[in-house]
């Protein structure tokens, strides 16, 4: 008889979207439920040259290596083929960690830069023809609530003055 994997649902693996509290606070979780963050934090020590292992130690040290490569497989699946470019190199799942956050990681002119981005995405939102005012609404919603999580004043006026012009010519009347 087959098995029925109906039911089974394989976890999307968070993609990196310059978000970096975000993606990392999904990815951490993730890596948590998979049982490699171990690799990460506190991460693991390979033993230096010519150190005899005992049998225990070496099992340690194998299942510590898979874990890392399991995790290493996670990351590079989260973020695009550019960044893995730049983190190839690191050995470990703790190194490309440790440079994502260092690089993306409360970093001001990242901020600044996401920050713009929203700005730009905010003035040039219109609704869309087939989109009902609350789709719209939502739409709005979210990327005023990105601008205010990286410290933008956004009063609640300014967002509905920004809904009302840019609705579709179908609600003149109610503007």
């Given at each position: ?9 394989v ?7 310059g ?20 690799v ?61 956050k ?5 970093n001001?002119?990242?901020?600044k ?29 979210i ?12 009063s609640d ?19």
């Open positions: 008889m087959a098995a029925d994997n109906t039911n089974f649902q976890p999307s693996v968070p993609k990196f979207d978000d970096y509290e975000h993606w990392s606070l999904l990815m951490k979780t993730l890596l948590r439920s998979k049982e490699y963050w171990v990460i934090d506190p991460g693991y020590d390979e033993p230096r040259e010519g150190v005899e292992l005992t049998a225990a130690q070496q099992a340690q040290l194998d299942s510590m290596r898979l874990k890392d490569l399991k995790a290493q497989n996670y990351l590079f699946q989260s973020i695009d083929k550019q960044i893995v470019k730049t983190m190839s190199h690191k050995e470990t799942a703790k190194k490309i960690w440790d440079a994502m260092n690089k993306y990681q409360g001001i002119r990242v901020k830069a996401q920050l713009q981005r929203l700005r730009r995405e905010f003035e040039t939102l219109e609704m869309k023809d087939d989109e009902s005012v609350t789709e719209y609404f939502s739409r709005v919603m990327v005023a609530n990105e601008m205010r999580n990286f410290g933008e004043e956004m006026v300014k967002v509905v003055e920004k809904i009302l012009r840019s609705l579709t010519e179908i609600f003149n009347f109610v503007v």
